[in-house]
């Protein structure tokens, strides 16, 4: 079995020092983390779907904690446009009287994600290639206007196009509106997505290693927030999801500050919109995993919030009860994986108290106004 490495190691009793945030036992947090945040101009939130919205003990937790909220699926088209001919606004609309009643803001998640999968499977009745491209666009932009219209300014920031490249070779990944648009289906959400949503603050989304593992997925991003500036494309940020943890190679923190130096000086604001920790540490000891998990959510955060231009900082969800993780990727040894702030009793975990540290190490900034 792997040993944990020395990096993690130190880096580990690190975030035990800031877990010392934390009364014995984990009682009661420091301060609430959107409240911390609040202070450095960061707005803080986290993801929700049916599981926190059906689950009581979440929606205490959910409206201390959060200033923001992200549908994690319900603005999905394979949610919203199952049917052909019939929208499904019941999760998503759900979801936005719920952030009405708490007195947060909503992100947008997503109007356009091109791999196959993630399209109803009556779409793909529209001809591959340049046979399908009109009709494509036609479907793509009538779906970002009836989305946007239906939130209206609910919606704050939109995630306007997520995740496509080919992580390895850099290059725009091929996938439904690639395969029948083109690369310029990019260009064309935007523009649509400013019209019909002309306050809301238009992201490009996208994994972002804090890695070299990807060189060439770094360089492709870059490339494309170049292009769509000297286009003069609408776009204002860039969406740095964050799930951090293996596969994601060894950590690199200069290549990772470099990457966040050449897109902040085009002009970009940041965010982090979907952050959790893959728990794969090669231990079952719960406290050893806590701290690894802990010691890299400090490592990443004390770089990326070093950055005045990251104005909002998004979970993909606060608990280990409703972490993706626990079907997607479970660990060989069987035991639950330990990804998010608190755990899966919503008591806090060293995790939380390293956002916490983060947060109150963090520059202070201009609050974003979206
Ligand atoms: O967590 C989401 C999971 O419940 C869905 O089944 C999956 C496919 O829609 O998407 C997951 O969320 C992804 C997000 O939409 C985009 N970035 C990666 C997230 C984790 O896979």
Redesign the pocket.
Known sequence: MMSLSRRHVLMGSAALAAAALLPSGCGQPPGHLKDLAKRKGILFGGAIGPEELADTAAHELVSRECGVITP??AL?WRTLRWDRSDWNFTEGDAIARYAAANNQKMRG??LVWNPVE?MPDWASDIPSGSAGRSQAIQLMETHIEQVCAHYGDRITSWDVV??AFEPYSGDLAPGFFMDRIGPDYIEHAFRKAREAAPHAQLVYNDYMRWSDKYPNHHKGVLKLLENLRKKEVPIDALGI?G?IGKYYGTENDRHWRQFLDEVTAMGYDLLIT?FDVRDFAPTADISARDANVAALTKGFLDITLSYPELKQFIC?GLSDRWS?FRQSEPREDGQLQRTAPYDVDLKPKPMYAAIAAALITAPTREPSTT
């Open positions: 994690r699926n999905k998640h997503v993630n997520n995740e999801q799930h979907e993909w993706w």
